[in-house]
């Protein structure tokens, strides 16, 4: 629709560091998508992980009003969170803890804030991938503190979405076509080809199974440039520290 | 862990028109699992959706405070449904969905409440399972009152979990074999074999994608004895009316 | 109007333990209201008894939403708990209060959950009339768990509804019965013939003040099934104990 | 214990009027406590009310943080009316619904809103008692508006405390008597005799049955200094009128 | 417009100690506005002063729903303060801070609850005027009791508002006035004519920075009478002490 | 503190257009400071205002939750706006309005959203001078639509904070001088020299009111740099329509 192939996702580029007195935290654009993700350490665990010995990791994601087309109005108003925010930061939090080694943590909890500057599609997947780059960023601030010893990530994560329009299998659908996918995939894997999050649902009919190993490779290809990103981002940051 | 092999499902039974003020109900049981689900008919339909000829299927899900083992503090008090809840409930309106008929419904809503009386895992599945019922039920009414030529349900929908405990795979985890899940999938299909939503998490490690066409395979054939369950349920209604 | 004469309760059924997971429970029908009472213990009391060595009884009182026969939405999508459940659940607090022994019971808390799975009038009666019978139950967990000598109530409790519909008493109201009715009563006593809680309320015109003795001792008699329905229940637990 | 006997209810002043941009309004004063009445009339009926050609009478009742001992925290910090506040207004809107001809008033609402100044005791009876003067007046305004021929109202609506404190029966309880009272009642009654609400509860021990009677009847005769309070707060608003 | 000249207020009256059961209260009236002021002494601070060795002083502001023309609902109806009240309390909050030796006050809060009885415009310069008063009498209360050495206030503070009407400065605007103001202007200072807080707005065009110096003598003068109502409310209680 | 002369603003920068899909949107930086800012139009004006033929401008804002040093909670989180956001929405709101010839604006509402992604001080005086530049892109594109014949803003409109900190008077305070400040002042001028609004809190001690006109003085110089920069922003914009 806007130039690329069926199997090309759209430009990425994360700017680490974008909020100044965050612990962690990065600028993800990809295409037209904008999401600020931002690592808050604190030193303590929800109540059900207290004395466990493991540590913890949430996110929040939210919307800002214009971040779309027609204006969102904010959660704040309604004091209700938003089913699809709460759906989204769910998700984020999974994503994160999978591949974040909670013993080696200790009993410390890292908050991920993803907002979305601008919404044009893949803001869930935008800010998974962005977020591993401020926890990273995080890691470090607690690892130069000496509070850690290394970075408790085994591995790195991001994700991609896939759909299906109009019969075709596309890779990281934009705004307007994902809002004609009769299926919409979220994949989230780590760079060593491994699942951490899989979500396929029918928009419309429902689907062949045989679609879902085939969406599974589609996604992991596409995620290869998300990969590299995360990996100049956090280059950029170590050699700064 | 509770006698049964590793791909056998528990004991369902769904007791349709539970609820005789509903225009819909179903009371269905999964082993020590209890869900009430009901549906009712209104004669309208959301913003986005007035004056497309279409019609819509939405569900609520709340939990009794004591269908757990620990008791769980009603939504209402805070004024915020919770995010599992939310969570759920979005799923079991997808999909119902997308079986429905939308076009044939017209411009009607359905409303699915699925309320937990007990809560021992898989009360998601159980919520799509027998919310069909409940739906298949409203339907019949409206077909009844002249509202509606035929039931406009494309097939049934039911949902099984899924889930990798201690290396094995197994089918339909009870409450205490899903707090020990490596990985944790509810998969949603129709009765002609096709998926409608699949979700699938990494609770510890991340885990390979080819485990994905294996999954789907097991919950597709321990889905049988529920499509078989609705069909009674059905029928025993229809023979009534 | 349903067959009844004008001093004849409903048929009353109470099933004790229906859910497993909760110290105490029981699952009663009046008629065709039927509502799920289940029995919370906690080791604490609210702050304004701490250090008095007395424990605390009280409940919370909920409708399903399709309970009624227009939908009924949820108490949790506006924060707001409804005066009708508030007055409802305090009233079945101080019931309950009322026969239990406080001092005996130490410093914790039971709380009642009632829910109306269906509601054809009389909902906040039988809440009352079923919630004892789930705290008896609780107060055996404890006898058994040794955490008290003996159970801390002096006496049963029940309650009644009792109307002037057509310038005619009757005892017991269904749904239909309760909008006509000119005059409303609920009225709680122990199963010695004490008066825990009476509230009469002019719906339309103000009434005599001779009428008040007379609903009393109607409501008294027509309690007595309900003391028998309990007896029988709490037999079956002990007996199974 | 305030050296009133026991069958003496405290002083009682109305001043009728005191906001002076409300269409009725009275400031009632029972020994210490306090409560402002205003009425609001407007143009419209709740929804389930609308073309069936009655009126509704309905209440809201509130304490400022320091009429007690004790600052109460402002309800509008939580967004919850508390239930001792809801049950009160449901109360006091029941009471003045019964007087009120609903059929003359036509399809209109009146809002009484009762604000308690000082508590000390009695701020429910106050309150009807009070806003049946504030009711009064905003009738008179719609009379002199040519919106009404006449006052719909069948006669006046007073309400008065009664208890039983260490086994006496004491008329008109202040604060500190109410906190000992083992049982405790509100009797609301019209000014020709007739009952319009009674509530009595055992707050200790369950009380007999033979108790009612005395009690409606100390109520009554404790009752008479209101009526007449409420009797030339009235004249003193018609005569300057 | 109701008979004053240009540079002079309206009638002020201060009642102190109206509120029995508060540390301390008042109850001032600025021709039509009446605003009910009372003060809670809390022997503990907010979070971040905790440690600090001072105290803070705090305040609430809220409307009766019939202190206007129109009903104004209830702030607990929807679980948000509006805006102006909130900004209105924190107002009134630092304008009393600011005359508080906080040192001196030692951890301690003062809330200061200001409930508008009626309003006829210059509530919120009433409200600070008035908590000065109820503020002075709780500490009078610490002194008696021994838990202060001397009232800790450094000077006494009044507001006073002013606005531009038809090209006129007028001082003290009436509600009626001030909907008509082009300039408003909200000044506190103390009685040593020292500034606490300068709020003007241009409700309609921007003004001139030369009319800033001429409102604030405008101001000054016409705080006079306040200063000397408050000097005869706390002679008032002193002497009564 | 960080190498500025103390009459010397931080250096300002204007991105305007920064969210592609709103009506206007600008990013404006002060020092470390950034604001986010987006118009919305809407063809519909509040209650209050309809048929009335004259238009709305009003403001939300909010921060980022690391936006801070130390996290803030999200609004969303509680249902309630705090009141320091809530006070400077209103003064944004009031800020744009009085610049706005809100007779040629028409029936139609700008909403502009200020949202802070990171905040050093100064986060209002930024909101005001970026909204103006959101609010006349957004015009810009009512112009091109011919909705408008010309932008209706009588002036620019742009704002500084002024403070004294250790006794001496410092333009445009960072976080760390505004935390030392004794007093405080908000300036919002439009580009002829007239004041919008001013604001003056002591935050300490009451100061002299001789400091005003000379605060006044400071601000108007400081606020030069800022009407260029909005003059630069407009230009791009323009040059690219």
Redesign the interface.
């Given at each position: 629709m806007d130039g690329r192939s069926w199997d090309e996702p759209r430009k990425v580029d994360i700017v680490p560091g974008y909020?100044?007195?965050?612990e962690g935290?990065a600028l993800i654009e990809m295409g037209?998508t904008r999401v600020?993700c931002?690592a808050?350490v604190e030193e303590r665990v929800p109540p059900f992980l207290r004395g466990e010995g493991v540590g913890w990791v949430t996110a929040?994601y939210?919307m800002?009003?214009?971040?779309?087309?027609v204006?969102t109005p904010?959660?704040?108003?309604?004091?209700?969170?938003r089913?699809?925010s709460?759906?989204i930061?769910?998700l984020v939090g999974?994503c994160l803890r999978?591949?974040t080694d909670r013993s080696a943590l200790g009993e410390r909890t890292v908050?991920l804030?993803c907002?979305v500057?601008?919404?044009d599609g893949g803001t869930r997947t935008a800010a998974i991938t962005g977020a591993y780059v401020a926890l990273y960023q995080a890691f470090l601030v607690l690892v130069r503190n000496r509070l850690l010893n290394e970075v408790p990530l085994?591995?790195a994560v991001a994700a991609m979405s896939v759909g299906v329009v109009g019969g075709k299998t596309l890779l990281d659908l934009s705004y307007e076509e994902d809002a004609r996918a009769q299926v919409d995939f979220n994949v989230a894997?780590?760079d060593n080809?491994?699942?951490?999050?899989?979500?396929?649902?029918?928009e419309?009919?429902?689907?062949?199974?045989e679609t879902?190993?085939e969406i599974?490779s589609l996604a992991?290809v596409g995620m290869e440039p998300l990969f590299r990103a995360q990996r100049e981002a956090i280059q950029s940051i170590t050699g700064r520290a």
């Open positions: 909020q100044a007195f965050a935290s037209m600020l931002a808050t929040e939210s800002l009003p214009r971040s779309t087309n204006r904010r959660e704040s108003g309604t004091g209700q969170v089913g699809r709460l759906e930061q769910r999974r999978a591949v908050l804030d907002d500057l601008q919404a085994d591995s894997m780590t080809g491994k699942l951490v999050e899989i979500q396929g649902a029918a419309g009919a429902p689907f062949s199974r879902v190993p599974i992991s």
